[in-house]
């Protein structure tokens, strides 16, 4: 089967080149979970439904202003609940269909009714209704006033993506059965193998770089270093393993370069609803039990940084940032877990689960530096459990873990993006299920009124107040800044390779001699 597979991805590149135009080809260790705008959450699947459509809006890659996308303008009524979008006429999706306001509509309404359970709709749910105006307008009312509405409305958020009724299933998850408007088409995907594109010639906007762009799978870190030194393929983009990194970057036939400040965060999580982790105590034991330092030196020799809350020290577009977990101290795991009534002779059994390839192959070695950490205390005992990414997010969402570790990446530009998900916005979808946790109606009170201030320094303090308060209910530990995940390599004759502070990086400004 390897065999057939090996032969067909050959054949697939020779249709490519023989077209006219050798392929662009990225290295990456990621995998798709599902390409459906209603049920999938994270970061590299949303890469490669970015990459072939847009939404209403988009964001400049260099200055990274916001600016229209599908939308050539836009208005706000007085009070903040209506937003009035005016359509750029002729634009077409990949089968030929209209982009209108019709089209809109019917896509975030999709997206809303289908509000897959591994998906993040409810980064859009503040929208109420939308009324169709002309072929070229469209209103969309909400349920509040929202200050971060036209950044929900932005190109990275995959439930935001615009794509044609004609080709997408209304009623089920689209599954990679959809067109969009480009500027790449989806040529093929093939699991575990790679994902090619072809560049969309009524693409509206600026035509891409590259025609032909194929994204090679590899299993792991290794493999993709080994792939870039042997120039099967033109750049790697996540995850080199830090040994990797600095051998890379001593080899004079490839580039290298890191793009910080990294937003993304790493970070443990904790479905509170799931014995024992439903004990706030024991919670609290843990993060004081966790040795970030020992994960930075270890596992990342020191590449990455540790942190002490979820929202990135990146300000702008990031504020309200302030360490609020606390260093580490055994005494104080001891004393807590001794309360929850956890001693050496009575130990506290925990599973600590991780999925070996999807942040690299690291993961592993975390893990047992974490449950290293934990077991310091006798009174802990740690069981480690590992599942492959797409069984990872079904199990997660499905509330089937108590302790596990996940990554993140903005999906948008603004600090509720980092606190909002966990604990309001898809608590079941990302594994907390923190909507049955008494103080639910308090955090979804609290970010409403921040979402809804259009004035950032009252937003600041509101989004402090949600830091402050987590390190009680401790549903996360924050742990280290995703700095390994913001380097690109790549080979000489390689031109256009950047990362920006989405850390998703641009296939179509990147091209090749």
């Given at each position: 089967?390897?065999?057939?597979?090996?032969?067909?991805?050959?054949?697939?590149?020779?249709?490519?080149v023989?077209v006219?135009?050798?392929p662009?080809?990225?290295?990456?260790?990621?995998?798709?979970?599902?390409?459906a705008f209603?049920?999938?959450?994270?970061?590299?699947?949303?890469?490669?439904?970015?990459?072939?459509?847009?939404?209403?809006?988009?964001?400049?890659?260099?200055?990274?202003?916001?600016?229209?996308?599908?939308?050539?303008?836009?208005?706000?009524?007085?009070?903040?609940?209506?937003?009035?979008?005016h359509?750029?006429?002729?634009?077409?999706?990949?089968?030929?269909?209209?982009?209108?306001?019709?089209?809109?509509?019917?896509?975030?309404?999709?997206?809303?009714?289908?509000?897959?359970?591994?998906?993040?709709?409810?980064?859009?749910?503040?929208?109420?209704?939308?009324?169709?105006?002309?072929?070229?307008?469209?209103k969309?009312?909400?349920?509040?006033?929202?200050?971060i509405?036209?950044?929900?409305?932005?190109?990275?958020?995959?439930?935001?993506?615009?794509?044609?009724?004609?080709s997408?299933?209304?009623?089920?998850?689209?599954?990679?059965?959809?067109?969009?408007?480009?500027?790449?088409?989806?040529?093929?995907?093939?699991?575990?193998?790679?994902?090619?594109?072809?560049?969309?010639?009524?693409?509206?906007?600026?035509?891409p770089?590259?025609?032909?762009?194929?994204e090679?799978l590899?299993?792991?870190?290794?493999?993709?270093?080994?792939a870039?030194?042997?120039?099967?393929?033109?750049?790697?983009?996540?995850?080199?393993?830090?040994?990797?990194?600095?051998?890379?970057?001593?080899?004079?036939n490839?580039?290298?370069?890191?793009?910080?400040?990294?937003?993304?965060?790493?970070?443990?999580?904790?479905?509170?609803t799931?014995?024992p982790?439903?004990?706030?105590?024991v919670?609290?034991a843990?993060?004081?039990?966790?040795?970030?330092?020992?994960?930075?030196s270890?596992?990342?020799?020191?590449?990455?940084?540790?942190?002490?809350?979820?929202?990135?020290m990146?300000?702008?577009?990031?504020?309200?940032?302030?360490?609020?977990f606390?260093?580490?101290?055994?005494?104080?795991?001891?004393?807590?877990?001794?309360?929850?009534?956890?001693?050496?002779?009575?130990?506290?059994?925990?599973?600590?689960?991780?999925?070996?390839?999807?942040?690299?192959?690291?993961?592993?070695?975390?893990?047992?530096?974490?449950?290293g950490?934990?077991?310091?205390?006798?009174?802990?005992?740690?069981?480690i459990?590992?599942?492959?990414?797409?069984?990872?997010?079904e199990?997660?969402?499905?509330g089937?873990?108590?302790?596990?570790?996940?990554?993140?990446?903005?999906?948008?530009?603004?600090?509720s993006?980092?606190?909002?998900?966990?604990?309001t916005?898809?608590?079941?979808?990302?594994?907390?299920?923190?909507?049955?946790?008494?103080?639910?109606?308090?955090?979804?009170?609290?970010?409403?009124v921040a979402?809804?201030?259009?004035?950032?320094?009252?937003?600041?303090?509101?989004?402090?107040?949600?830091?402050?308060?987590?390190?009680?209910?401790?549903m996360?530990?924050?742990?280290?800044?995703?700095?390994d995940?913001?380097?690109?390599?790549?080979?000489?004759?390689?031109?256009?390779?950047t990362?920006?502070?989405?850390?998703d990086?641009?296939?179509?400004?990147?091209?090749?001699?």
């Amino acid at each position: 089967m390897r065999k057939l597979l090996g032969v067909l991805f050959v054949v697939g590149l020779f249709a490519l080149v023989a077209v006219g135009q050798e392929p662009l080809i990225m290295g990456t260790t990621d995998r798709v979970t599902q390409l459906a705008f209603a049920n999938s959450y994270d970061h590299y699947s949303w890469h490669v439904l970015r990459a072939t459509t847009d939404a209403l809006m988009k964001l400049d890659p260099d200055t990274l202003e916001l600016k229209g996308g599908i939308a050539e303008s836009w208005d706000v009524s007085a009070d903040g609940m209506v937003y009035t979008f005016h359509i750029r006429p002729g634009i077409t999706f990949w089968d030929g269909e209209k982009c209108d306001a019709h089209a809109v509509k019917w896509c975030l309404d999709r997206n809303l009714r289908l509000d897959g359970p591994e998906g993040g709709v409810g980064l859009i749910k503040v929208i109420d209704h939308i009324v169709v105006i002309d072929d070229l307008t469209v209103k969309i009312y909400l349920t509040m006033p929202d200050a971060i509405f036209l950044l929900r409305m932005e190109e990275s958020l995959a439930p935001a993506l615009i794509y044609s009724p004609k080709s997408t299933p209304e009623n089920d998850f689209a599954n990679g059965v959809y067109a969009g408007t480009g500027p790449y088409k989806l040529i093929e995907h093939v699991p575990d193998q790679y994902v090619k594109y072809e560049a969309y010639d009524g693409y509206y906007g600026e035509a891409p770089k590259s025609k032909l762009v194929i994204e090679k799978l590899y299993s792991d870190a290794a493999a993709l270093r080994a792939a870039i030194e042997a120039g099967d393929v033109d750049f790697v983009f996540r995850t080199l393993s830090p040994q990797d990194i600095r051998d890379l970057d001593a080899n004079p036939n490839v580039v290298l370069k890191f793009f910080p400040p990294s937003p993304g965060v790493r970070y443990l999580l904790f479905n509170v609803t799931q014995p024992p982790v439903d004990d706030p105590l024991v919670r609290q034991a843990i993060s004081y039990a966790v040795d970030r330092a020992a994960i930075c030196s270890q596992v990342f020799e020191g590449m990455v940084d540790p942190i002490y809350t979820m929202v990135p020290m990146v300000d702008p577009p990031f504020f309200g940032a302030i360490p609020v977990f606390p260093e580490r101290d055994l005494e104080k795991a001891v004393e807590l877990l001794a309360k929850a009534g956890y001693t050496k002779d009575n130990p506290l059994d925990l599973n600590l689960w991780y999925t070996p390839k999807h942040y690299g192959t690291t993961e592993a070695d975390v893990a047992t530096v974490v449950a290293g950490s934990l077991e310091e205390i006798a009174a802990i005992n740690i069981t480690i459990q590992v599942l492959e990414w797409g069984a990872y997010v079904e199990r997660m969402s499905s509330g089937g873990f108590d302790m596990f570790f996940l990554g993140w990446h903005p999906d948008y530009l603004e600090s509720s993006n980092f606190l909002a998900p966990w604990t309001t916005e898809s608590p079941e979808g990302m594994g907390t299920y923190f909507n049955n946790h008494p103080n639910y109606e308090a955090y979804k009170h609290i970010l409403e009124v921040a979402t809804t201030t259009a004035d950032p320094a009252k937003r600041t303090k509101l989004y402090k107040a949600i830091q402050i308060l987590s390190v009680q209910d401790v549903m996360w530990i924050p742990l280290w800044a995703m700095t390994d995940e913001m380097v690109m390599a790549w080979l000489p004759n390689v031109h256009g390779c950047t990362l920006n502070i989405t850390m998703d990086v641009h296939i179509d400004r990147i091209w090749k001699d």
